[in-house]
T-cell receptor, first 113, second 118 residues
Framework: KNQVEQSPQSLIILEGKNCTLQ??????????LRWYKQDTGRGPVSLTI?????NTKSNGRYTATLDADTKQSSLHITASQLSDSASYIC????????????FGKGTMLLVSP | DSGVTQTPKHLITATGQRVTLRCSPR?????VYWYQQSLDQGLQFLIQ???????AKGNILERFSAQQFPDLHSELNLSSLELGDSALYFC?????????????????FGEGSRLTVL
């Protein structure tokens, strides 16, 4: 069964600290993995997209890693800011003729002053 | 601004009623996806269209239907509404089919339509 599991479910960190969010997937065949940031009540916004051959991709203070062998990804946030408080969603795309995207349930991050 | 436009932004209606949510994809995007997000829940895939044709179905109830028109805008119709249908409904668009040969991974979400059923 194609699944995407994210951990932790929620996380509270102090402003300025770093954190790492995890994503494990069983989706196959794999096409790409995306991380989205969703502010409360808003639409998700793409942070990074990685294909099979990419193992690291950065977007400002956000760095995503991908290990296609172990089917794991992580999103590292450096020097967190209050505006980083949001849900972070991992999404995996299957490589098929037509397909759906498999969404994780997200990690809710709260950055505290 | 993602370029995806959803209307209405907010909608309050009563049980048993029918509503239509509208989505205009980014200019040139052929794929449209609909998602439901209930309170404190993840995004649940409902249905996907590509260039006017239905391509994939997720957990969409029989009371719900959708279509994509020749100008590529899409509508999601929700009928016989129940309290549990209260949620945020997101539309997303992309240039190509997710996972297809031309998939660049780009998926752009609208700001959602918040439906409240009383």
């Amino acid at each position: 069964k194609n699944q995407v599991e994210q951990s932790p479910q929620s996380l509270i960190i102090l402003e300025g600290k770093n954190c790492t969010l995890q994503c494990n997937y069983t989706v196959s065949p794999f096409s790409n993995l995306r991380w989205y940031k969703q502010d409360t009540g808003r639409g998700p916004v793409s942070l990074t997209i990685m294909t099979f051959s990419e193992n690291t991709k950065s977007n400002g203070r956000y760095t995503a890693t991908l290990d296609a062998d172990t089917k794991q990804s992580s999103l590292h946030i450096t020097a967190s800011q209050l505006s980083d408080s949001a849900s972070y969603i991992c999404v995996v795309s299957r490589n098929s003729g037509y397909s759906t995207l498999t969404f994780g349930k997200g990690t809710m991050l709260l950055v505290s002053p | 601004d993602s370029g995806v436009t959803q209307t209405p932004k907010h909608l309050i209606t009563a049980t048993g009623q029918r509503v239509t949510l509208r989505c205009s994809p980014r200019s040139g995007d052929l794929s449209v996806y609909w998602y439901q997000q209930s309170l404190d829940q993840g995004l649940q895939f409902l249905i996907q269209y590509y260039n006017g044709e239905e391509r994939a179905k997720g957990n969409i109830l029989e009371r719900f239907s959708a279509q994509q028109f020749p100008d590529l805008h899409s509508e999601l119709n929700l009928s016989s509404l129940e309290l549990g249908d209260s949620a945020l409904y997101f539309c997303a668009s992309s240039p190509a089919l997710a996972g297809g040969r031309r998939d660049t991974g780009e998926l752009f979400f609208g700001e959602g339509s918040r439906l409240t059923v009383l």
